[in-house]
């Protein structure tokens, strides 16, 4: 099986360069990693004691953040590597402050894992809640370098646990260690017969609550909200938009609205703001602008969504509509505020969590959004209520950070 699966690698090599040529970001996932070896090499020698993180994307480096803040303040001569697989992780944290070094991780060839590591030579290994890349970890199995995943989850449905899924149980035996967000996944590696493992929770809840010490003060966004109820919408996508701006255009109810698409687009936003007839400004429009006088803000920019949640007092959270289904609801959720969502959720658990607690709201179509907002708007208690819920929800399921360092600290 492993060598089916290194020769699909050669055929995806060659497949992936074509498609460069059509698709920006199969671009960038092509000529990003043809300098990986080259920066690893003049950022890191032979004496370097290093720590390595793997993040698929943008979502999974958020999740090992706090884990990756504690291990630079406990392991202070270590330099920290981060690697990503997708370029929409690698592109918007590529100059992140926590790394000494930040790169792609290669195509997991078995010359590119030897040669990866030889140059990284990590004294720990942190697998963010998945990617199994199978070259990659025999290798380290091979090096005795301990090798841990955090923020782990399982599910019954992936192929560790399909009568044909031996090749994929073998790359499971390459960890020291699995910090699982829950109780299922722990029962699902115990029957194969793992006793490695400990249910941490999800780093995420860490991430989210330290956002509380930080200054979100923006203000323009103070300029804009006027005192007045505002309804945030992040992450949004078309499916989302085309009920939220129904309810946008037709309500009568004296409130704002900000708007951050998951996809910033020009032509995409372009439209969007053409669609909303209510007085409407871009972020990038912003210059010299009294924006207390604009009903709706459409933020055409990355990287202060979560900030812009801090002045929230209604979250709608995006995805919903959509498949794989929403996005992350715990950024809303920190702040104390009520949040609704798509009908398609069941995929998060913390999600699933919030909404059977009454926190979350979720809308199956226009009458339900319509509902949802008219009623959150009118009944503060309400909306008092079921922000508690949520700021409540994430205070309690901090701590996993704690529960990974000290047993490193122990091991």
């Known amino acids: 099986m492993l060598f089916l699966y290194n020769l699909l690698l050669v055929f995806v090599s060659q497949i992936v360069k074509l498609l460069a040529f059509f698709s920006p ?6 000529e990003g990693r043809k300098t990986v070896f080259q920066s690893l090499a003049g950022k890191i020698n032979a004496k370097d004691q290093t720590i390595w993180f793997h993040a698929a994307s943008l979502g999974e480096f958020e999740q090992g953040l706090p884990v990756m803040e504690k291990i630079k303040v406990q392991f202070p001569s270590h330099k ?44 720990f290994v942190f697998f963010i809640k998945y990617e199994y890349w199978p070259n990659c970890l025999n290798e380290l199995k091979n090096l005795e370098i301990k090798t841990y995943l955090i923020s782990g989850i399982f599910r019954e449905n992936q192929a560790f646990f399909k009568w044909y899924g031996g090749f994929y149980r073998n790359a499971l035996k390459t960890f020291d260690f699995f910090f699982v967000q829950n109780e299922s996944s722990q029962k699902l590696l115990q029957s194969l017969g793992y006793q490695n493992i400990k249910v941490s929770g999800d780093t995420r809840f860490d991430r989210v609550v330290s956002i509380l010490e930080r200054d979100c003060t923006l203000d323009f966004i103070e300029n804009f909200k006027n005192n007045t109820t505002t309804i945030v919408i992040g992450s949004s996508w078309p499916k989302d938009e085309s009920i939220l701006v129904d309810y946008i ?15 910033i687009k ?54 919903g509509f959509g498949n794989p289904g929403v996005h992350n609801i715990l950024e809303p959720a920190t702040f104390g505020i009520p949040i609704v969502v798509g009908p398609n959720y069941s995929h998060f658990a913390e999600a699933t969590a919030l909404v059977n607690m009454n926190g979350c709201v979720s809308v199956r179509n226009q009458n339900e959004l319509n509902d949802a907002f ?14 508690h819920i949520c700021a409540t929800f994430v205070q309690m399921n901090k701590g996993a950070t704690e529960v990974i360092l000290n047993h490193i600290k122990n091991y």
């Open 25 to 30: 970001k199969m671009k960038l996932f092509v």
């Open 80 to 123: 920290i590597v981060v690697t990503f697989f997708s370029p929409s992780g690698y592109e918007v944290r590529k100059n992140n402050t926590i790394a000494d070094v930040t790169v792609y991780l290669p195509l997991d060839t078995k010359s590119n894992a030897k040669q990866f590591l030889k140059l990284v030579h990590p004294d």
């Open 249 to 263: 255009n037709k309500t009568k109810e004296k409130v704002k609205f900000i708007i951050a698409p998951h996809n």
């Open 266 to 319: 020009r032509e995409q936003i372009l439209e969007l703001k053409k669609s909303i007839i209510k007085k409407t400004i871009l972020f990038s429009e912003k210059s010299n602008i009294d924006l207390s006088l604009f009903d709706v803000l459409v933020v055409d920019t990355i990287g202060i969504l979560t900030k812009i949640y801090s002045y929230a007092d209604i979250a709608y959270v995006g995805g």
């Open 374 to 387: 008219s009623n959150l708007i009118a009944n503060d208690g309400i909306r008092h209520e079921k922000g």
